[in-house]
C-alpha cells in the first residue's frame, strides 16, 4: 500500500528574505507540516507576503514516470510536458469568478531556470531566494512527487484543494490556503511553469505575474 506524505512551507511578513526547507512529516495519512510563521495561531491571514511563495509535496511509492520526447507546444502556448496548466489554473479561478490567465513564455522560462537549479540539487523543494543571483520578482508555488508522476490538472488540484480551509469572510486560512490564493488571486494575470524530474522524482515550478498573497489583501 503507497505511502503518502505531505509537507508544506509558507513565509509570514513583509521583512521575510528566506523561507525555511519544508519539513516531513511521518508516514501514514496525509498530513501537513506547521507553516513557518511565529506565534502561530489556529486561524492565520492566507496572504502572507509580498510575493506569493508557497509549496506542497507529495511522495508515494508507484513505479517512476516514463520520459516521452518533447513536442510542439500546446494550444495554449505550454509545452507538451505540461499540457492542460493554464486551463487548470482557469478552471479554478473560473469558480470564483476571477479573469482567466494567459500562458506567459517569459515566466515558463523564469521558472526553467529556477527548476534546473532544484534538479541540480535533486529536485529539492526549495523557493528562490529574495536576494542574490536568483532573486524573486514574481509570485511562485511549488510541487513535488516522487515514485509517482502528476498531470498539470492534478498538480493545480492539488494546490486548489487548500480553498476547503480558506474563510473568505475573515480572509483567513485553518491551516495552509497559500497556493490556492495564489492561484485565484485577481491581480493576477500571467502564468509560466516548468518541470525537472530526478529519477523518479519530479518537480513543479509555476510564476505568476503580477505575483499574489500581499499581506491584508483578499485575493479576489
Not at 479561478?93 to 529556477?114: D, F, H, I
Request: aromatic share 8%.
Amino acid at each position: 500500500m503507497p505511502h503518502w506524505r505531505f509537507y508544506m512551507t509558507l513565509c509570514a511578513g513583509l521583512s521575510v528574505v528566506a523561507c525555511a526547507t519544508p519539513a516531513t512529516t511521518p508516514q501514514g495519512s496525509p498530513q501537513t507540516a506547521a507553516p513557518t510563521t511565529p506565534a502561530a495561531t489556529p486561524e492565520s491571514p492566507p496572504t502572507q507576503e509580498t510575493t506569493g511563495r508557497s509549496s506542497v509535496g507529495i511522495r508515494a511509492a508507484a513505479p517512476p514516470r516514463q520520459q516521452t520526447p518533447e513536442a510542439e507546444p500546446t494550444a495554449a502556448g505550454e509545452p507538451k510536458a505540461l499540457a492542460g496548466m493554464t486551463e487548470a489554473h482557469n478552471q479554478v479561478r473560473k469558480r470564483v469568478g476571477v479573469a482567466p490567465l494567459q500562458w506567459s513564455n517569459e515566466l515558463a522560462a523564469y521558472a526553467t531556470q529556477w527548476a534546473n537549479h532544484l534538479k541540480q540539487r535533486n529536485c529539492a523543494l526549495d523557493h528562490r531566494p529574495f536576494r542574490g543571483q536568483f532573486a524573486q520578482k514574481y509570485g511562485e508555488n511549488l510541487f513535488l512527487i516522487s515514485g509517482a508522476h502528476a498531470s498539470a490538472s492534478e498538480v493545480v488540484e492539488a494546490w486548489a484543494s487548500e480553498a476547503a480551509d480558506y474563510n473568505y469572510k475573515k480572509n483567513s486560512c485553518k491551516g495552509m490556503c497559500g497556493h490556492y490564493t495564489q492561484v485565484v488571486w485577481r491581480d493576477t494575470q500571467e502564468v509560466g511553469c516548468a518541470l525537472a524530474t530526478c529519477g523518479s522524482t519530479e518537480v513543479w515550478v509555476c510564476n505568476y505575474n503580477p505575483p499574489g498573497n500581499f499581506m491584508g489583501k483578499r485575493p479576489y
